[in-house]
């Protein structure tokens, strides 16, 4: 059974920072993308960063709102994906959704919540 485990939310004041991990277990075939998505409140989900393999190589895409703001990393021997956030913005406010993509599947995570307030 596939699962995958978030953590790392929080409350942090504007300018903070916050890392989040996701942790997939259960997957036994290659995986092809990692990445993480976000839902403010009243919001649709959406891209924050992803980190796509194309043999030995890692691509990582960012939304424009995150540029130079947030780092995506990969682990591919632990399954582990991870979001370095720094100078945190109320607007980056939302539950965070780890997404792991394999050939003919895709999973996702429970969510977490980072909250950014003074």
């Known amino acids: 059974q596939v699962q995958l485990v978030e953590s790392g939310g929080g409350l942090v004041q504007p300018g903070g920072s916050l890392r989040l991990s996701c942790a997939a277990s259960g997957i036994s075939i290659s995986i092809n993308a990692m990445g993480w998505y976000r839902q403010p409140p009243g919001k649709e989900r959406e891209l924050v960063a992803d980190?796509?393999?194309?043999?030995?190589?890692?691509?990582?895409d960012y939304a424009d709102s995150v540029k130079g703001r947030f780092t995506i990393s990969r682990d591919s021997a632990k399954n582990a994906v991870y979001l370095q956030m720094s100078g945190l913005k109320p607007e980056d406010t939302a539950v965070y959704y780890c997404r792991v993509v394999t050939i003919g599947n895709d999973y996702w995570g429970q969510g977490t919540q980072v909250t950014v307030s003074s």
């Open positions: 980190i796509t393999s194309r043999g030995w190589i890692n691509y990582a």
